[in-house]
Nanobody, 123 residues
Framework: QLQASGGGLVQPGGSLRLSCANSGRTFSDYAVAWFRERPGKDREFVAAIRWSGGTIVYADSVKGRFTISRDYAKNTVNLQMNSLQREDTANYYC??????????????????WGQGTQVTVSS
């Protein structure tokens, strides 16, 4: 079971760190991804990391601002979000699955989802 946390209210230009914890099993051969759902829009891919091997993929909209990483000791995947913009306001979801690389951005590639954590960027 996945649990996302770390959301909140932040001013434009600020930072937040989201965490995705996995209770019950290790991520082992899974990829873990973050998706977000902005108001009035479909859920979209943000970033993904393969637990083994460490392949990392970002959406163009967050490249250079967001960093996804693994914490082996805590069995979590973190999303460090810097230089946040109003357009980053969304409900953020973490997900786990075993996608091939060409599918790593697709919602359908992930079978396990956590609840969302709300990120609001506003002054």
């Amino acid at each position: 079971q996945l649990q996302a946390s770390g959301g909140g209210l932040v001013q434009p230009g600020g930072s937040l760190r989201l965490s995705c914890a996995n209770s019950g099993r290790t991520f082992s051969d899974y990829a873990v991804a973050w998706f977000r759902e902005r108001p009035g829009k479909d859920r979209e891919f943000v970033a993904a990391i393969r637990w083994s091997g460490g392949t990392i993929v970002y959406a163009d909209s967050v490249k250079g601002r967001f960093t996804i990483s693994r914490d082996y000791a805590k069995n979590t995947v973190n999303l460090q979000m810097n230089s946040l913009q109003r357009e980053d306001t969304a409900n953020y979801y973490c997900a786990a699955g075993r996608p091939i690389l060409s599918e790593i951005r697709r919602l359908r590639a992930y079978g396990y989802w956590g609840q969302g954590t709300q990120v609001t960027v506003s002054s």
